[in-house]
T-cell receptor
């Protein structure tokens, strides 16, 4: 049972435009959400996170939106740059006694064309 | 700071052979995790540890054992490798923080079992 789903395996965007990556979850106990970026042959690196008490968090070109009623979050990258081309994973945790364990989505490959 | 390091980077095993993957972190993190990444599956948690001398099962623990004899090291063992264990293995660590915290990942170990 996939509790965190990224339904788009890939996304192609022109440089300078907005990239929107989506993620859906089914477990209503999730209360902390993260986005990771992964380049080939490297480990995932943390990008941005959001707590369930918020509906938006911004960090430079990256903004994460959370819609708890729809169990949906999205990552917006504006403007997109060729260096943003990578695999993006969303992840979720239940906080509390979960010991920081994360449940990951399948990933979305973002390609930003110059 | 080296962050999270993993040894080896690549390994090819024959079915039935055993091996140990080593993860080391120099950030004094309490929590450590082992994941495997397979195409289309995202990252799945194998085992995790919330402190020196403690380990617990994750989502896909079968065929693996772990040990955390020192706070900075987390070992993943395969006693009798099977082709289904061909994967990329990532180690991660995190500090203890109520409400959620990001994990820091190593560069990965690519394992092929023939």
């Amino acid at each position: 049972d996939q509790q965190v789903k990224q339904n788009s395996p890939s996304l192609s965007v022109q440089e300078g435009r907005i990239s929107i990556l989506n993620c859906d979850y089914t477990n209503s106990m999730f209360d902390y959400f993260l986005w990771y970026k992964k380049y080939p042959a490297e480990g995932p690196t943390f990008l941005i996170s959001i707590s369930s008490i918020k509906d938006k968090n911004e960090d430079g070109r990256f903004t994460v939106f959370l819609n708890k009623s729809a169990k949906h979050l999205s990552l917006h990258i504006v403007p997109s740059q060729p260096g943003d081309s990578a695999v993006y994973f969303c992840a979720a945790s239940t906080g509390g006694t979960s010991y920081g364990k994360l449940t990951f989505g399948q990933g979305t490959i973002l390609t930003v064309h110059p | 700071n080296a962050g999270v390091t993993q040894t080896p980077k690549f390994r090819v095993l024959k079915t039935g052979q055993s091996m140990t993957l080593l993860c080391a972190q120099d950030m004094n993190h309490e929590y450590m995790y082992w994941y495997r990444q397979d195409p289309g599956m995202g990252l799945r948690l194998i085992h995790y540890s919330v402190g020196e001398g403690t380990t617990a099962k994750g989502e896909v623990p079968d065929g693996y054992n772990v040990s955390r004899l020192k706070k900075q090291n987390f070992l993943l063992g395969l006693e009798s490798a099977a082709p289904s264990q061909t994967s990329v293995y990532f180690c991660a660590s995190s500090y203890v923080l109520a409400g959620g915290n990001e994990q820091y990942f190593g560069p990965g170990t690519r394992l092929t079992v023939t």
